[in-house]
């Protein structure tokens, strides 16, 4: 634990001018002392640790030093390698590309082609045209140089014009969201990209706030309301398609073998239409509103099918 620890510690200040000992000490959950006294082995083993002195010191590795690949194993460098591959494969960029060359090359030839292909991700889309990649790269660019963005953004059936302060751009669960600082709510809010039309990135300029993407919450933080506790109760049949969709143990089984779902979601068109799509092999419980919006809907088809017979 103290080696893995002590590579953190080479591999955070690594990425940092000078780092305070307090900040290394919570970010590896030890004490200040432990932290020093892995600072001076550290020293010992012939890695230049610099401390800067004042209110506003730290530690620091000095400038102009390398850190030598066998830092990392090879394993290891195929692990960041599979990551930077996914990340080009939807953003398409020039420097990832040739991180990917660079690290291809710190492996041994033997054992990277074989390994290499142990896992792949990749994050584009089936659709050749499909044009998110473009988005992500605005939006990153409106990212590192503060600019405030300004797009349409559809949710719960209704469109709404934005000004935001893009703070990440996030991968979570098949889907691309921004996160940022909304001037409509005045508050931080995710966005699915997918959900946004006509992006613009204006002259304005903002200062990045405080924000922890580690603690966000997804149901608190996401445009719109966290929604209704949505019951469903699906066929047996549909066990499958359940396990697929809300996971594993997700979900509670009935004594006659069907299987209850339950979860919180605003309730809109998408919802609507995830529902139909199941026919008669799901029933909404509750709420009762959606229950009999769902029935008028059903309705509204037959009716429409039978004027056609």
């Given at each position: 634990m ?7 510690i ?26 020093y006294?892995?600072i ?5 083993a ?11 010191g ?7 030093y ?16 599979a ?14 590309k040739?991180?990917i ?14 390994a290499?292909?142990?896992?792949a ?17 605005e ?8 600019n405030i ?7 719960y059936?209704k469109?709404?014009?934005?000004k935001?302060?893009?703070?990440v ?6 889907n ?9 709510r005045n508050d ?15 002259d ?8 922890s993407?580690?603690k ?11 929604g209704?506790?949505?019951v ?17 143990d997700n ?10 779902v ?24 509750e ?5 009999e919006n ?12 039978r004027?056609?017979e």
């Amino acid at each position: 634990m103290k080696l893995e620890r002590m590579l953190a510690i080479i591999m955070y200040l690594s990425g940092k001018e000078k780092v305070k000992a307090q900040e290394l000490a919570e970010k590896m959950e030890v004490s200040v002392r432990t932290i020093y006294r892995d600072i001076e082995a550290i020293s010992c083993a012939g890695i230049p640790i610099t401390t800067f002195q004042g209110a506003n010191g730290g530690l620091g590795i000095v400038e102009g030093y390398k850190i030598d690949k066998s830092v990392l194993s090879n394993e290891e460098i195929l692990s960041i390698l599979a990551g930077l591959k996914g990340l080009h494969s939807i953003n398409k960029d020039q420097k990832t590309k040739l991180l990917i060359e660079k690290l291809s090359g710190v492996t041994e030839n033997s054992d990277y082609m074989p390994a290499g292909n142990e896992i792949a991700i990749d994050l584009s889309s089936w659709n050749k045209n499909d044009r998110l990649h473009l988005r992500i790269n605005e939006i990153k660019k409106a990212i590192r140089l503060q600019n405030i963005i300004r797009f349409t953004y559809y949710a719960y059936g209704k469109l709404t014009e934005r000004k935001v302060e893009p703070c990440v751009i996030i991968f979570k669960e098949s889907n691309w969201y921004l996160y940022g600082y909304c001037l409509l709510r005045n508050d931080f809010r995710l966005f699915k990209l997918r959900r946004i039309s006509q992006l613009e990135i204006t002259d304005e300029i903002f200062v990045m706030r405080d924000y922890s993407i580690e603690k966000f919450d997804i149901n608190g933080d996401i445009d719109g309301d966290k929604g209704p506790e949505i019951v469903l109760l699906f066929e047996k049949s549909m066990t499958y398609a359940v396990d697929d969709i809300f996971g594993i143990d997700n979900y509670e089984v009935m004594e006659d073998g069907k299987i209850k779902v339950r979860f919180n979601m605003g309730i809109g068109d998408w919802l609507y239409g995830f529902v139909l799509g199941f026919g008669g092999n799901v029933e909404v419980i509750e709420p009762l509103t959606f229950k009999e919006n769902i029935i008028a809907m059903a309705e509204d088809v037959l009716k429409k099918y039978r004027r056609t017979e």
